[in-house]
T-cell receptor, first 111, second 114 residues
């Protein structure tokens, strides 16, 4: 079983749609949680960190449920430029830099 | 500020040959990481340098892979001899602080072994 599991998609949605991605992690020692975004043949880039209290950045909202070991990302009012692969990433305590990636969820936003 | 740069962007070699990938981290970043993504799989950690020292090389798949960071600046990752299953994208990342969770990644070096 993978340590970080994501639905690989692809998710094909029209512009303006709301889309939600889910991620589960298996190691309860995980301490830090992130969503990265990767455009085709480009580097992964940090989209946002994820906190237990939930956090929002514009159209993006991330949630963490430690009890269920579940992370989510909600994108509202999808734009064409949101098309990318979204990577769920966790890190165990005191292993800074040793990130554990999910396989990624591909999103395609259509006109 | 220049980002993390990697060279070559794409390398095609035959099984049994040797390839050397290079990574230039962001200037001043003591921490340098190598990751790779093989076809159909997730990105996986290979190793972590702090300056010129290997802090953690638990992700290195086998002894055909050799990473170096002489002088604590750029790093090389050599695969010798390359096997078909080594094909994938090799990412380098760097961070200023040891223990940092947020890394800056390079665009990757795509390796194709025929």
């Amino acid at each position: 079983r993978k340590e970080v599991e994501q639905d690989p998609g692809p998710f094909n949605v029209p512009e303006g749609a709301t889309v939600a991605f889910n991620c589960t992690y298996s190691n309860s020692a995980s301490q830090s949680f992130f969503w990265y975004r990767q455009d085709c043949r480009k580097e992964p880039k940090l989209l946002m960190s994820v906190y237990s209290s939930g956090n929002e950045d514009g159209r993006f909202t991330a949630q963490l449920n430690r009890a269920s070991q579940y992370i989510s990302l909600l994108i509202r009012d999808s734009k064409l430029s949101d098309s990318a692969t979204y990577l769920c990433v966790v890190n165990r305590d005191n292993q800074g830099g040793k990130l554990i990636f999910g396989q990624g969820t591909e999103l395609s936003v259509k006109p | 500020e220049a980002g993390v740069t990697q060279f070559p962007s794409h390398s095609v070699i035959e099984k049994g040959q040797t390839v050397t990938l290079r990574c230039d981290p962001i200037s001043g970043h003591d921490n340098l990481y190598w990751y790779r993504r093989v076809m159909g799989k997730e990105i996986k950690f290979l190793l972590h340098f702090v300056k010129e020292s290997k802090q953690d090389e638990s992700g290195m798949p086998n002894n055909r892979f050799l990473a170096e960071r002489t002088g604590g600046t750029y790093s090389t990752l050599k695969v010798q001899p390359a096997e078909l299953e080594d094909s994938g994208v090799y990412f380098c990342a760097s961070s200023l602080y040891t223990g940092a969770n947020v890394l800056t990644f390079g665009a990757g070096s795509r390796l194709t072994v025929l």
